[in-house]
């Protein structure tokens, strides 16, 4: 239950009535309450998944990455590799984060696999 009170003043300014507004929010606090859990699922699932995971733009700045991933690279921190840029400090081949980009914005199908090569951290491209 939530109550909203408010007080209606006479033209003196004097309080002349009380109103009380009461709503059942059971149904939004339902919501709320399952909006929580899938969020706190789906991030369980990212955190707790084995291999790497990140969200980033098209320019290559990581947004978010998993431990698995931070763990995979060699980096100490989700904010030290935060700072990294993936076509020139993640990625063994630039052009491999621009294909890869390329293929998930045009939703270019892919035939069979493809194995990817990434830097741990200070590694030297080759």
Avoid: W
């Avoid at 507004?21 to 955190?47: G, P, Y």
């Avoid at 060699?74 to 491999?96: C, I, Q």
């Amino acid at each position: 239950m939530e109550s909203t009170a408010s007080v209606i003043r006479n033209a003196k300014g004097a309080p002349e009535k009380f109103v009380i507004v009461n709503r059942d929010i059971t149904e939004r606090k339902s919501a709320q309450e399952a909006l929580r859990l899938a969020n706190s699922d789906f991030k369980s699932v990212v955190e707790d998944a084995p291999y790497g995971i990140y969200r980033s733009n098209s320019e290559g700045q990581l947004f978010r990455v998993n431990p698995a991933l931070q763990r995979m690279l060699g980096y100490g921190s989700s904010a030290e590799l935060l700072k990294a840029n993936l076509p020139l400090d993640v990625f063994k081949l630039p052009g491999e984060f621009r294909t890869l980009n390329r293929r998930a914005h045009c939703y270019i199908p892919t035939q069979g696999t493809k194995q990817l090569r990434f830097k741990a951290k200070n590694q030297v491209h080759n």
